[in-house]
T-cell receptor
Framework: DAKTTQPNSMESNEEEPVHLPCNHS???????IHWYRQLPSQGPEYVIH???SNVNNRMASLAIAEDRKSSTLILHRATLRDAAVYYC??????????????FGTGTSLTVIP | DTGVSQDPRHKITKRGQNVTFRCDPI?????LYWYRQTLGQGPEFLTY????????KSRLLSDRFSAERPKGSFSTLEIQRTEQGDSAMYLC???????????FGPGTRLTVL
């Protein structure tokens, strides 16, 4: 699977929007963009995923660049519970060898009260 | 609680001992994954089952590691002759499809003295 690049850490004030960037310049046409987050002392949890169009769910929004070489996870109002490590992952939707996720080191988000 | 469960949550062992971890996936999920996570890193894929068949293994899974899923339900991960480098969090995840959302358990933290 193609790799992603994320900033090591970011900070946000509570109740403000957060934009978490991810670069994936080698993305292929069949790669889905997944976001997971990992709260302290817990296993990762799914946040959102998309292919080409922007996506919204109850947790977040995913904005995908037109050339698909980058994407941004948007948390509309950060809360203290959103403090976590956020992972941007590419998953090939065609090759069956794409069963595993490559997590990388992710972005550690700190939310300031 | 109908999520993924793992047992034990913590394990301390001496170098050279064998350890076994158990994962109980969400009941209708036929796909099960094992990951290893060391401090400051994202989870790394170890192996993957579809029902009882082990379909994929990472090069990280040395000969000392073995995983089973005998009836396509729970899975075990055994590490023989543990080494200090095996100290890590071992995460289990399950899903209903190859490219769908993975649901993670809380992990088993292994410390090898």
């Amino acid at each position: 699977d193609a790799k992603t690049t994320q900033p090591n850490s970011m900070e946000s004030n509570e109740e403000e929007p957060v934009h978490l960037p991810c670069n994936h310049s080698t993305i292929s046409g069949t790669d889905y963009i997944h976001w997971y987050r990992q709260l302290p002392s817990q296993g990762p949890e799914y946040v959102i995923h998309g292919l080409t169009s922007n996506v919204n769910n109850r947790m977040a929004s995913l904005a995908i660049a037109e050339d698909r070489k980058s994407s941004t996870l948007i948390l509309h109002r950060a809360t203290l519970r959103d403090a976590a490590v956020y992972y941007c992952i590419l998953r090939d939707s065609v090759r069956n060898t794409g069963n595993q996720f490559y997590f990388g080191t992710g972005t550690s988000l700190t939310v300031i009260p | 609680d109908t999520g993924v469960s793992q047992d034990p949550r913590h394990k301390i062992t001496k170098r050279g001992q064998n350890v076994t971890f158990r994962c109980d996936p969400i009941s209708e999920h036929n796909r099960l994954y094992w990951y290893r996570q060391t401090l400051g890193q994202g989870p790394e894929f170890l192996t993957y089952f579809q029902n009882e068949a082990q379909l994929e293994k990472s090069r990280l899974l040395s000969d000392r590691f073995s995983a089973e899923r005998p009836k396509g339900s729970f899975s075990t991960l055994e590490i023989q002759r543990t080494e200090q480098g095996d100290s890590a969090m071992y995460l289990c995840a399950s899903s209903t499809s190859t490219w769908g959302e993975q649901f993670f358990g809380p992990g088993t933290r292994l410390t090898v003295l």
